[in-house]
């Protein structure tokens, strides 16, 4: 019976640790080459206050959620489209650069390097969403209405207390 337990605590160490480990710390693990990243700080650059007050993102950029559908459906960056709509238009798309976002960054970094090897010029939002909420910045329901609500993907993500977490 000990032998099993070590050699089963072996495995989930072996196996499950790295697993976990680069669901954690994302592209730190991933050993390819870096894409460009921007922060809230340089994402607001790029964004134009509107008549309505909503942050929309300018000519030169497009935003992408990448997250999947149960999450951007509860909350979206104001501006920004989803994977599946930039997908559907990406030729609009050709001239502009790429901003991705997903919950942490891990998901929107994969899909940057993507776009990236596909020709685009893209850019990961480094935090993503959380840091959009870390930062105190408005979110929008997919048909626009403000909503103080977020999808954190698990329950291990915090965010201010002016925002509730969805996972």
């Known amino acids: 019976m000990p032998r099993f337990f ?3 605590l072996a ?7 790295p697993t976990i480990l680069l669901a954690q710390f994302g592209g ?3 050993g390819s080459a870096a894409v460009a990243e921007v922060n809230v700080d ?5 964004k134009a206050e509107s008549s309505d007050g909503a942050h929309e993102i300018d000519a030169q950029h497009v935003l992408v959620d990448v997250r999947v559908p149960q999450e951007y459906q509860v909350s979206m960056i104001p501006g920004a489209i989803t994977k599946e709509q930039f997908e559907k238009n990406q030729s ?3 001239n502009r650069t790429v901003v991705v976002y997903c919950t942490i960054g891990y998901r929107s970094g994969q899909y940057a390097k993507k776009l990236v090897s596909d020709g ?14 870390h930062a105190g910045l408005p979110l929008v329901t997919m048909q626009g ?5 977020v999808h ?3 329950s291990q993500y915090k965010v201010p207390a002016k925002y509730k977490a969805v996972h």
């Open 152 to 154: 954190t993907y698990s």
């Open 6 to 8: 070590l050699i089963r």
């Open 120 to 133: 685009f010029s893209a850019h990961n939002f480094k935090g993503s969403i959380l840091a959009w909420c």
């Open 145 to 149: 209405e403000p909503t103080n609500r």
């Open 42 to 46: 340089e994402l607001l650059k790029w």
């Open 28 to 30: 730190i693990f991933s």
């Open 11 to 17: 495995t989930l160490f072996l196996v499950g640790l």
């Open 92 to 94: 609009q798309y050709r």
